[in-house]
């Protein structure tokens, strides 16, 4: 059975930095492409950063342009979205989500999710 958990989020002050991890299970990561989403209470879920089965990276907005990465571990069956200088517009949770092997900008084209982390930035 295909599954995502998402950790990492905490409460962190303005300037600092973040590194969310998702682990899959139950597939290998060169077979799907897994994106981070994040979502704010009562707005839809934003596209951050997409990564895919073949390794190709994605950036979905510029409002994360420059302090988001993604990374993938595939050993370790994780993906990794390194966040710095956070701002308190970044508090949000935080959601992985995998589809078949190709990023995609909708987030109802991926299937899969997991059940978030959520990042607080605030000081």
């Known amino acids: 059975q295909l599954q995502l958990v998402e950790t990492g989020g905490d409460l962190v002050q303005p300037g600092g930095s973040l590194t969310l991890s998702c682990v899959a299970s139950?597939?290998?990561?060169?077979?799907?492409?897994i994106a981070w989403f994040r979502q704010v209470v009562g707005k839809e879920r934003e596209g951050v950063r997409c990564?895919?089965?073949?390794?190709?990276?994605?950036d979905y907005g510029d409002s994360t342009k420059g302090r988001f990465t993604i990374s993938r571990d595939n050993a370790k069956s994780t993906v990794y979205l390194h966040i710095n200088t956070l701002q308190p517009e970044d508090t949000a949770m935080y959601y992985c989500?995998?589809?078949?092997?190709?990023?995609?900008?909708?987030?109802?084209?991926?299937?899969?999710w997991g059940q978030g982390t959520q990042v607080t930035v605030s000081s």
């Open positions: 989500a995998a589809r078949g092997r190709w990023c995609n900008t909708y987030a109802d084209q991926f299937p899969h």
């Open positions: 139950g597939f290998t990561l060169d077979d799907y492409a």
């Open positions: 990564i895919s089965g073949a390794g190709g990276i994605v």
